[in-house]
Structures are given as structure tokens and as C-alpha cells.
């Protein structure tokens, strides 16, 4: 039973911080996409071609390199 009040807590909370993003405009949007593009493009990964680099990479790539985990 805590287990599925759990889940609908989290559920929750995902609905809410998407809500937030959306709310959030879209300069600061767009500032945060070139911030991971730019973090997924330096350093080890410098010989990245940008047009070729994934959504998915990037994501990865930046949670790697500030060390964020969910």
C-alpha cells in the first residue's frame, strides 16, 4: 500500500515539474538547452559534431559532467 502511495507522490511531483517547465519562458529555455549542448561538446567529448549529437547524449553527457542524479 505505501508502495502505491509512493508511486502517486512521485507521479505527482513529475506532473508538477513539467508543469514549471512549461511555465518557465523560453529564453531561459533556450539558455539551458545551449548550457547541456555546450557541456556535451567540450572537453572529452571537444571532437563532438554538434548536428550529430542526440537529445539523449546530451543529457547524458551533462548529467556526467555535473555528476546529477535523479
Do not use: C
Amino acid at each position: 500500500m505505501w508502495l502505491d502511495r509512493r508511486y502517486l507522490v512521485n507521479r505527482q511531483l513529475d506532473k508538477l515539474k513539467w508543469w514549471l517547465a512549461d511555465k518557465l519562458p523560453n529564453t531561459i529555455k533556450m539558455r539551458v538547452f545551449m548550457l547541456i549542448v555546450g557541456r556535451a561538446t567540450t572537453g572529452k567529448y571537444s571532437n563532438t559534431i554538434v548536428p550529430d549529437l542526440t537529445a539523449m547524449e546530451a543529457i547524458k553527457r551533462w548529467e556526467d559532467a555535473v555528476g546529477f542524479r535523479n
